[in-house]
């Protein structure tokens, strides 16, 4: 089955630590987003990346930090200057082309808790 | 400043009856405009896009309809059921801010919508 992976599910960080998001993809998909879902709020991109090798800050890019190694995978750093990282982090996918009549493809999520 | 709206943040209405949602925009000029779907803890779920040049598009027991003059999108649920219980989120795209062919999706905070039997 194709589809887009989050792991782990739940993750509880210490003050001062950096930890690191998986997100995996075997959809060809050529585009990958990061975004952040806190209570109350939409969804706000922390960064994206359109081709390996490349990627953009979003609008809540400061404390995290990414890589774009290979076309699957989209690894998200949350570090300690990342000062209210407790939320639910969302890793997307899609076709890069302004014809596509196809969303955005979601993973489940992680949610992040710090302790 | 650029702003993405849906009215409500809840919906309550009684199961067979059409829910109708609504997602306003200001200063935004999208190519195109998606509805998703988001249970809870879960991710979101792409339902439909339309396009500015479309007036409506369904799929379905959905539809969708978007005004560019009005700047504004409808999401129907006709015949609604409890399984339609769920958040949900309009998005549009903002290619003045990005570039490309694609801009990066904006999202608005949702509304819930409760069905019930």
């Known amino acids: 089955d194709g589809g887009i992976t989050q792991s782990p599910k739940y993750l509880f960080r210490k003050e001062g630590q950096n930890v690191t998001l998986s997100c995996e993809q075997n959809?060809?998909?050529?585009?990958m987003y990061w975004y952040r879902q806190d209570p109350g709020q939409g969804l706000r991109l922390i960064y994206y990346?359109?081709?390996?090798?490349?990627?953009q800050k979003g609008d809540i890019a400061e404390g995290y930090s990414v890589s774009r190694e290979k076309k699957e995978s989209f690894p998200l750093t949350v570090t300690s200057a990342q000062k209210n990282p407790t939320a639910f982090y969302l890793c997307?996918?899609?076709?890069?082309?302004?014809?596509?009549?196809?969303?955005?493809?979601f993973g489940s999520g992680t949610r992040l808790t710090v302790v | 400043s650029q702003k993405i709206e849906q009215n409500s943040e809840a919906l309550n209405i009684q199961e067979g009856k059409t829910a109708t949602l609504t997602c306003n925009y200001t200063n935004y000029s999208p190519a195109y405009l998606q509805w998703y779907r988001q249970d809870p803890g879960r991710g979101p779920v792409f339902l439909l896009l339309?396009?500015?040049?479309?007036k409506e598009k369904r799929k379905e027991r959905l539809k969708v309809t978007f005004d560019t003059t009005l700047k504004q999108s409808l999401f129907h649920i006709t015949a609604s059921q409890p399984a339609d219980s769920a958040t949900y989120l309009c998005?549009?795209?903002?290619?003045?801010?990005?570039?490309?062919?694609?801009?990066?999706?904006?999202f608005g905070k949702g509304t819930k919508l409760s069905v019930k039997p």
């Open positions: 998005a549009l795209d903002d290619p003045s801010n990005y570039g490309g062919s694609q801009g990066n999706l904006i």
């Open positions: 990346s359109q081709i390996v090798n490349d990627f």
């Open positions: 959809l060809n998909h050529d585009a």
């Open positions: 997307a996918s899609s076709i890069v082309s302004g014809q596509s009549n196809y969303g955005y493809t």
């Open positions: 339309i396009r500015e040049n479309e």
